[in-house]
């Protein structure tokens, strides 16, 4: 599975949009792009995913670049419950398990 | 629909003895993870289960630690002797399907403690 690199932190404004970057220029055409936050000491929680098109749902978008190499995580409107640890993973089809690197620690301030 | 389910929340336990970690799947989930999580360490994985197979153990980190889910329902994660260095938060997760495009769903750990 491909490497991904984060910010190791980030501050965000309550009520503005939270931007995450994420690079993972060795990404290969059949991994996905993933995204999981942990909050405080709670079990990982599934955020969004995508291959190559941009995607959104009730929690956030996904921005994929076009040669795939890097991705933004976009929290619409940030609340102080999304402060949290958030982690961008590629995985492949191939197998199941998922890579955790040291992730970003996004912090919601009022 | 329930989540997953783990049991102990948390377990304090003497070195070389004996700990049992217990997680319940969402029903209808043939996949079957456990993770972990030790001190200042970043979440690892420790293996996978499709049904009551072992489809990856690749994780697992010494013959100190044994995974079954016999019936393809709930899984036990037991330690035996524990070390000091077993300390951490042990996580399940389960997915319906393993193919890329699916999220799993985390459980919220059990913090096991080894003094």
């Known amino acids: 599975d491909a490497k991904t690199t984060q910010p190791p932190s980030m501050d965000c404004a309550e009520g503005r949009a939270a931007n995450l970057p994420c690079n993972h220029s060795?990404?290969?055409?059949?991994?996905?792009v993933y995204w999981y936050r942990q909050i405080h000491s709670q079990g990982p929680q599934y955020i969004i995913h995508?291959?190559?098109n941009n995607e959104t749902n009730e929690m956030a978008s996904l921005i994929i670049t076009e040669d795939r190499k890097s991705s933004t995580l976009i929290l619409p409107h940030a609340t102080l419950r999304d402060t949290a640890v958030y982690y961008c993973?590629?995985?492949?089809?191939?197998?199941?398990?998922?890579?955790f690197g040291q992730g970003t620690t996004l912090q919601v301030k009022p | 629909e329930a989540g997953v389910t783990q049991f102990p929340s948390h377990s304090v336990i003497e070195k070389g003895q004996t700990v049992t970690l217990r997680c319940d799947p969402i029903?209808?989930?043939?996949?079957l993870y456990w993770y972990r999580r030790v001190m200042g360490k970043e979440i690892k994985f420790l293996l996978h289960?499709?049904?009551?197979?072992?489809?990856?153990e690749s994780g697992m980190p010494n013959n100190r630690f044994l995974a079954e889910r016999t019936g393809g329902t709930y899984s036990t994660l037991k330690v035996q002797p524990a070390e000091l260095e077993d300390s951490g938060v042990y996580f399940c997760?389960?997915?319906?399907?393993?193919?890329?495009?699916?999220?799993?769903?985390f459980g919220s750990g059990t913090r096991l403690t080894v003094v």
């Open positions: 289960f499709v049904k009551e197979s072992k489809q990856d």
């Open positions: 993973i590629a995985r492949s089809s191939n197998t199941g398990k998922l890579i």
């Open positions: 997760a389960s997915s319906q399907d393993q193919r890329a495009g699916h999220g799993y769903t």
């Open positions: 060795t990404i290969s055409g059949n991994e996905y």
């Open positions: 029903s209808g989930h043939d996949n």
């Open positions: 995508g291959l190559k």
